[in-house]
């Protein structure tokens, strides 16, 4: 079953296919987890970076690429949660404030 680990709290959710990452909200509902805000990949408080299992997270549109580069997120590992989609198994973290 598709899972996703949560560092640096090493929370594991197990997730059906396809879901969204915006799922993590309703599972670890009071624990703190990825900060969402739009959920449509427009305002980039999602942004996560994928320590193991990028490919399991769905492909990266040519629009989420450029808005992570916009955002100062470069290189694969990478992504606005909101966006991904989950197929296997990943290991993920929110990603550092860029400033
Ligand atoms: S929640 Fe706004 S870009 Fe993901």
């Known amino acids: 079953m ?21 799922d993590l909200e309703f599972e670890l509902y009071g624990q703190e987890s990825i900060p969402f805000g739009c959920k449509v ?3 980039g408080a999602c942004v996560i970076e994928v320590i193991d299992g990028v490919a399991c997270l769905g492909n990266k549109t040519e629009e989420e690429a450029s808005f992570l580069d ?24 929110a990603a550092a404030r860029n400033s």
């Open 41 to 43: 990949g427009a305002c």
């Open 2 to 22: 598709p899972t996703v680990k949560l560092m640096p709290q090493g929370i594991e959710v197990m997730l059906s296919k396809g879901s969204s990452l915006t």
């Open 70 to 93: 916009m955002l100062g997120y470069s290189g694969d590992s990478f992504r606005l949660a909101c966006q991904c989609r989950v197929n296997g198994i990943a290991t993920i973290r």
